[in-house]
C-alpha cells in the first residue's frame, strides 16, 4: 500500500487489488470518520475516529465495490495517531450537514 | 410461540428466544443454538480456509438451524510497514519499560513468540476474501463487527443472507438502516472490546427511534449477563440482546480454565477501558500490563500497532504458562453476573426464566 502521508497518493501498483479514482464531488468536502480496524495479533478490533477534508481520492476494492476516501487535514485523530491522512470506508463517511 | 420473550426477531430468524451468543467457541456457538437462542460465531483472525471448516463444523451439528458469522471489516486503514520496520520505531523507554514489568511480576518468555509476520492483512484484501467465504457458503447471517457492511448488502441479499451492523453511535445506525441493513446491533459503553462511550442504556432507545417505521430489528448489546438485562432491553425497545461475556466461562467455552476462573471472580471494575493493550482502547479485564501503563510516570501508551508489538510477549507468556495473574481477556461490565461454570444451555434456560419473571412480576402487580 502506498504512503498516506502525502495528499496525492501514489498510483496503484500491479496487483495491488484496488482501482484508484477522483470524485471531484467530494473534493474538498469536510467529513467525520467513525473508522477502526482489527487489532493485529488478537480477535478483537478497536475503534478511532477522524474528522478532516475528503480529497476526492478513492479507491474501490472487490467488484461490489467497497470504496475508500482519503481523508486529510486531519482536525480529529486519535492520541498518537502519527500519520497526516488516512483511508475512510465510504460506509463510515459522515459528510458535515448529512449527519 | 407466543409471550413477553417472543419478537419481531424471532420470527425473523425462526428462533425460540431473541438471545443472540457472540462467541469465538463453536461448541458454545453449537449449544446456543441447539436450546433455542441464535449464535454469530467471531472469525475476524481466521484464514478463508478455517472459516469455511469452522461454518461446515457447525452446519453438521445444528440440523438446519440458522447462525451467524462475524467479520471486522476496517473502517479506516492508516499506512502500512513492515513488521521489521514498526518494531524499529518502539522506543528504547518503552523497551525498558516492558521489561522491568517481566521482571517486576515474573512474566514467562512465551513458548513460542508470536510470530509477527501474520499480523499483516487486517485490510480490505484480507477482509474481502473472509466475506466471500460466507457468501459462498451461504451462512444465514453476515454479520459486521465493526465497519459498515453497506457495500456488500445487494450481494448478500441476493444470495439470502441477511446483514447485521453493529453500531456504537446513533448516527452510524441511521447510516446504515438507509443503506438497508437488515438488522442493527446497538452497542454500549459497557460491553467487551471496542465499544463507543456512549452507554447501553442510552445508545438501544436512540437507535430503537432511529430504527422506528423501517422494520429493522434492534439489538441491544453491552452488559448483558441476566434475565433482568434482557427484560430490560425489551422494554427499551430493543427485539433482543447480544451477549459475548456470558459464555466467556460457559462449560463448553475453549477459554482455558485459570482464565475462566480470573472471569468468575471478576468484578464490574475489574473491567477497564484503556488503550496500553493495544493502542486502541477496549473493555479488558484488568491485569499488571494495566497497572503498570496507567501508572504515574508511565511512558505515553503508542500507536497501534507499536503498543501490541509491545504487548505481545506478555500476552502470549501469561497464556502460554496459565498464569492467572497475569492474565486478561475483553469482558463487558456485566461480567458480576458470570459467576458459575454452567453449561450454555443452562445459562440461556436462566436468562430466558429472569426474564420471565419481571414480565410476570410486572404482570402481576
Redesign the interface.
Known amino acids: 500500500m502506498s504512503s498516506i502521508g502525502s495528499h496525492r497518493p501514489e498510483e496503484a501498483a500491479p496487483g495491488a487489488g484496488y482501482r484508484e479514482g477522483f470524485d471531484a464531488a467530494m473534493s474538498g468536502r469536510r467529513a467525520e470518520c467513525d473508522g477502526g480496524k482489527a487489532i493485529e495479533g488478537t480477535h478483537f478490533a478497536g475503534r478511532q475516529e477522524f474528522a478532516g477534508i475528503l480529497t476526492g481520492h478513492f479507491r474501490d476494492f472487490g467488484d461490489y465495490p467497497w470504496r475508500w476516501y482519503l481523508m486529510t487535514e486531519l482536525t480529529h485523530r486519535p492520541s498518537g495517531y502519527a500519520h497526516e491522512a488516512v483511508w475512510c470506508d465510504s460506509g463510515s463517511v459522515i459528510l458535515e450537514g448529512d449527519e | 410461540m407466543s409471550g413477553p420473550l417472543h419478537t419481531p426477531l424471532c420470527d425473523k430468524l425462526g428462533i425460540e428466544y431473541p438471545i443472540v451468543a457472540f462467541t469465538?467457541c463453536k461448541d458454545v456457538a453449537v449449544a446456543v443454538i441447539n436450546a433455542g437462542g441464535f449464535a454469530v460465531l467471531?472469525e475476524?483472525?481466521h484464514s478463508p480456509e478455517q472459516i469455511a471448516a469452522d461454518i461446515k463444523w457447525i452446519r453438521d451439528r445444528v440440523n438446519g438451524k440458522p447462525f451467524g458469522i462475524d467479520l471486522?471489516?476496517?473502517?479506516?486503514?492508516?499506512?502500512?510497514k513492515t513488521v521489521e520496520e514498526l518494531l524499529a520505531q518502539i522506543p528504547q523507554s518503552h523497551r525498558d519499560y516492558e521489561q522491568m514489568i517481566k521482571r517486576k511480576y515474573n512474566v514467562p518468555d512465551p513458548k513460542q513468540a508470536?510470530n509477527?509476520h501474520i499480523?499483516?492483512g487486517?485490510?480490505?484484501?484480507r477482509a474481502?476474501a473472509q466475506v466471500e467465504v460466507v457468501f459462498d457458503e451461504r451462512v444465514p447471517v453476515f454479520a459486521s463487527?465493526?465497519?459498515?457492511?453497506?457495500?456488500?448488502l445487494?450481494?448478500a441479499h441476493q444470495l439470502g443472507i441477511q446483514v447485521w451492523g453493529l453500531v456504537?453511535?446513533p448516527?452510524?445506525a441511521k447510516?446504515?438502516i438507509a443503506?438497508g441493513t437488515d438488522v442493527i446491533i446497538a452497542q454500549g459503553y459497557d460491553a467487551a472490546?471496542?465499544?463507543?462511550n456512549i452507554g447501553t442504556f442510552s445508545i438501544v432507545p436512540q437507535v430503537v427511534d432511529a430504527a422506528r417505521g423501517s422494520g429493522v430489528p434492534v439489538i441491544a448489546a453491552g452488559g448483558v449477563t441476566t434475565g433482568r438485562h434482557l427484560a430490560a432491553a425489551l422494554a427499551l425497545g430493543a427485539d433482543g440482546v447480544w451477549t459475548g461475556s456470558l459464555w466467556l466461562a460457559s462449560r463448553e467455552s475453549d477459554v482455558n480454565l485459570p482464565l475462566k476462573e480470573r472471569l468468575l471472580e471478576a468484578e464490574t471494575d475489574d473491567t477497564i477501558y484503556s488503550?496500553c493493550i493495544?493502542?486502541?482502547?477496549?473493555r479488558t479485564t484488568r491485569c499488571p500490563w494495566h497497572d503498570e501503563w496507567l501508572a504515574r510516570g508511565a511512558p505515553?501508551?503508542?500507536?497501534?500497532?507499536l503498543q501490541?508489538?509491545l504487548s505481545?510477549n506478555y500476552?502470549q507468556g501469561s497464556l502460554d504458562y496459565q498464569r492467572k495473574d497475569l492474565m486478561t481477556e475483553?469482558a463487558g461490565q456485566g461480567i458480576h453476573y458470570v459467576t458459575e461454570m454452567k453449561p450454555a444451555r443452562q445459562i440461556l434456560s436462566d436468562l430466558v426464566e429472569g426474564a420471565l419473571d419481571v414480565f410476570d412480576r410486572f404482570a402481576s402487580a
Do not use: C, N
Open positions: 469465538h467471531g475476524a483472525m471486522v471489516l476496517p473502517a479506516s486503514v492508516p499506512e502500512e508470536p509477527l499480523w499483516g487486517l485490510d480490505q484484501k474481502l463487527g465493526l465497519g459498515s457492511p453497506a457495500f456488500l445487494k450481494r456504537g453511535k448516527r452510524q447510516k446504515q443503506a472490546g471496542h465499544t463507543g488503550d493495544s493502542g486502541y482502547t477496549m505515553e501508551v503508542l500507536k497501534p500497532p501490541m508489538l505481545a500476552i475483553a
